[in-house]
Structure formats: structure tokens, C-alpha cells
């Protein structure tokens, strides 16, 4: 499988103005990359630019907006263009709605399928032809354990989910074949601000420094799926083997959803 590296061409960040996105744009700087970084807030894109003066690498913001199809393919062709092919992408930006059930169906949920599954497509359908074309390049598409099966006060969040994974999965069959390397990333909670909103107990909920660590180290090392904590993950993909009565009582009794 093809790995990234600086010398080979710059990598594009999409959420990069917060939480994980912010992170890893600055931990891919630390360790030599020149990162276009996106998000709506360009203010905050510039404040996190100047905060990576000195490092290694650098981050030049590249805002936009991945709802919008169009605006996501011109802003693909112009990082290119001034920058050079690029060499990784990790397409993270995303967002957790809550859906009670008398909202069911409503803004929230289509909010968090425009966002965590059509506007991950809108940056990644440019990156699988432009990687497909020269045959190099890798990308990796965020997810989270959350998408592994139904989770309860997840409706949308763990349906949009489970399509990434599904549609990656099935991405990678072609990928494989043109030389272009596919990952998800699939975290447990980690403190981030969209997590401190939660008004429920999240267990291993994971400091971000540690998070972006595993997930620039997985970029480097991990096969298609990096996940952690360990023990969250595996735990949940043990559950999603199990038979639903139990996968259901278990999920209730763990989350305190009785
Ligand atoms: N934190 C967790 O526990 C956790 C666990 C598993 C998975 N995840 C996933 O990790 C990703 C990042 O989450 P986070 O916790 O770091 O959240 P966050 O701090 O709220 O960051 C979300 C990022 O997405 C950007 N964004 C939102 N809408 C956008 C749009 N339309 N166009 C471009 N950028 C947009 C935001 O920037 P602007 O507002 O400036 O546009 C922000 O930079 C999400 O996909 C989330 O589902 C998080």
C-alpha cells in the first residue's frame, strides 16, 4: 500500500478548524507537511496557520465549505494547482446532531447526512479521480465506532456513519486496483468541542493530543481501518456479532439507556 510522506506532495485537512481536524493539521505540520487546511471559519484557519510557524512543515488555510459540490471540486483543482499533486487527505470534517425521537426525519437528520456523508463525498469524489488518474495518493475518511451498529441518541449520527464505512469498503475494492491507498478512521469519544456539548457519561473519552497522535501514526503504520481505544472498539465490534437480543441489552445496560 502506498504511504504519504512530504516529499511526495502536500495534504489537504477538511475540518481543520476545531477538535481532531485542527489537531492532526498541526501534528502533520510537526512532522513535516505542508497542509492546506479547510473549514468554513477562515479566521480560525489564519490564528491556526500562525500557530504552526516554526514547525517543521506549515499550514496554509484553504476554506471551504463541503456542502457545496461545486465549491469542493474548484477548491480540489486550485490547491493543486498552487500546490502540487496532493499526497494525503484526511477528509474529517463532520458533525454530531442530536435526534430525539420527536425530531425524527427532521433538520437534524438531514443536516448530518448532508454533511457527514454527501459533503464527505463532495471532497472525495475529486480526490479518487485526480489519485486514480497517477495512480498515487492516500486518503483517509472519518468515521467512528459509532458506525459499527446502531448506538442509542445516535440516530442519524450512527447511520451516517455506517455509510462511510460501507461506502470506504466498498471504495477500496477499485482504489486497491489504481494504486490509491483508502483508510477510515474510527474514534471512541475524544474531548473535542463538539463533544463537550454531550450532556452524557462518555467512557474512554480520550485526550485530544493522544487521539491525533494515533490517528497521524495509524496515516503512517495502520491497515484500512485505524480505530481506538482498542478496547472500545473491539469491544463494539464483538456486540455487533452478537445475537441482537443481546446486542440490545447490553448496549442499554453500558449506556444507561434502561
Ligand atoms: N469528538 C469525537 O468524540 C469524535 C468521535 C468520533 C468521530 N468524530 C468525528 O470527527 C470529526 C471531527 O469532530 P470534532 O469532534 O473534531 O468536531 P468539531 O470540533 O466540531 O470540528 C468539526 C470541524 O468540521 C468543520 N465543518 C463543519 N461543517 C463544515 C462544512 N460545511 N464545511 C467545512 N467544514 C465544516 C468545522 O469547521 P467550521 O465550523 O469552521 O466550518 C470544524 O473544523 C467529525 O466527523 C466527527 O463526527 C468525532
Not at 500546490?83 to 443536516?111: C, I, K, M, Q, S
Not at 448506538?151 to 450512527?158: A, E, K, N, W
Not at 455509510?163 to 471512541?188: H, S
Not at 440490545?248 to 445496560?253: C, E, G, Q, T, V
Amino acid at each position: 500500500m502506498y504511504r504519504a510522506n512530504p516529499t511526495d506532495g502536500a495534504a489537504w485537512v477538511t475540518g481543520a478548524s476545531s477538535g481532531i481536524g485542527r489537531g492532526v493539521a498541526l501534528e502533520l505540520a510537526r512532522r513535516g507537511y505542508k497542509v492546506l487546511a479547510t473549514a468554513r471559519r477562515q479566521a480560525e484557519l489564519e490564528k491556526l496557520a500562525l500557530e504552526a510557524k516554526g514547525l517543521a512543515g506549515q499550514i496554509i488555510p484553504a476554506p471551504g465549505d463541503i456542502a457545496d459540490r461545486q465549491g469542493q471540486e474548484t477548491l480540489v483543482d486550485r490547491m493543486e494547482l498552487e500546490h502540487g499533486p496532493l499526497a494525503l487527505a484526511f477528509l474529517n470534517a463532520g458533525t454530531y446532531v442530536p435526534d430525539p425521537l420527536g425530531e425524527f426525519g427532521g433538520e437534524g437528520f438531514r443536516e448530518t447526512f448532508n454533511l457527514n456523508v454527501f459533503g464527505t463525498v463532495n471532497s472525495l469524489a475529486p480526490l479518487v479521480r485526480r489519485m486514480g488518474a497517477r495512480r498515487k495518493g492516500q486518503i483517509a475518511v472519518m468515521s467512528s465506532v459509532a458506525g459499527y451498529g446502531g448506538m442509542p441518541r445516535s440516530i442519524s449520527y450512527s447511520a451516517s456513519k455506517s455509510a462511510i464505512i460501507a461506502m470506504c469498503e466498498a471504495l477500496k475494492f477499485d482504489l486497491d486496483k489504481d494504486g490509491v491507498t483508502l483508510q477510515i478512521v474510527c474514534p471512541g469519544f475524544v474531548k473535542t468541542p463538539l463533544t463537550s456539548l454531550n450532556t452524557f457519561e462518555m467512557p474512554f473519552l480520550m485526550e485530544l493530543d493522544e487521539a491525533t497522535r494515533r490517528i497521524c501514526d495509524g496515516f503512517e503504520k495502520a491497515g484500512f481501518e485505524i480505530a481506538f481505544p482498542r478496547r472500545m472498539a473491539w469491544s463494539l465490534k464483538f456486540l455487533n456479532m452478537l445475537p441482537y437480543s443481546m446486542y440490545f441489552s447490553i448496549l442499554r445496560k453500558r449506556t444507561g439507556d434502561a
